[in-house]
């Protein structure tokens, strides 16, 4: 058997646990709150910010960094769907840290013969990095609840989770 094999029995283990037991969810999350962060398979994000399914957007992607892509996930999910917080959580020894900028993109185009036009997003500091990323939320005109958002930092050897003022 294959990981999707284990993933899509598991996915039926879960409904028979779950449903109909949740009934339907509002599209809406009820904490109204979007978290975004990395997506390295050590973080727990609903175990470690004690969410249920159905209280918030939970984004992820490479490093958990605020891009364009970011940006539009987050104006819906603010402008259509009722969110008003935003949480950001990178974590230590991300994968991102472990590349350049260049680097990556010259790799990326020697082995396809096309160089990307999106931004890796590499950094070497991730309290930096969650810094970075809210500030690209503050400016952002599309994003209309810019004043309950907070970054934090996730230890991945000790669970700790720290804010970044």
Not at 138 to 160: A, C, L, M, Q
Request: charged share 25%; with cysteine.
């Amino acid at each position: 058997m294959t990981a999707t094999d284990d993933a899509v029995l598991a996915s039926r283990a879960w409904r028979d646990s779950h449903f109909p037991n949740e009934g339907h969810l509002d599209v809406a999350p009820r904490k109204q709150l979007a978290v975004v962060t990395c997506m390295d398979s050590r973080i727990d994000v609903f175990g470690l910010l004690g969410l249920e399914v159905g209280e918030a957007h939970v984004l992820r992607n490479a490093g958990g960094v605020i891009t364009d892509d970011m940006i539009r996930s987050l104006a819906i999910s603010q402008r259509r769907l009722r969110t008003h917080e935003i949480v950001l959580v990178h974590h230590t020894d991300c994968g991102l840290m472990q590349l350049s900028e260049g680097g990556f993109k010259d790799e990326l185009e020697a082995d396809s013969g096309v160089r990307p036009p999106w931004a890796v997003e590499s950094f070497t500091d991730p309290v930096s990095s969650v810094r970075r990323s809210m500030e690209r939320i503050r400016r952002s005109p599309f994003i209309p609840h810019r004043g309950s958002v907070r970054g934090f930092v996730y230890d991945v050897d000790s669970g700790e989770l720290r804010e970044a003022h």
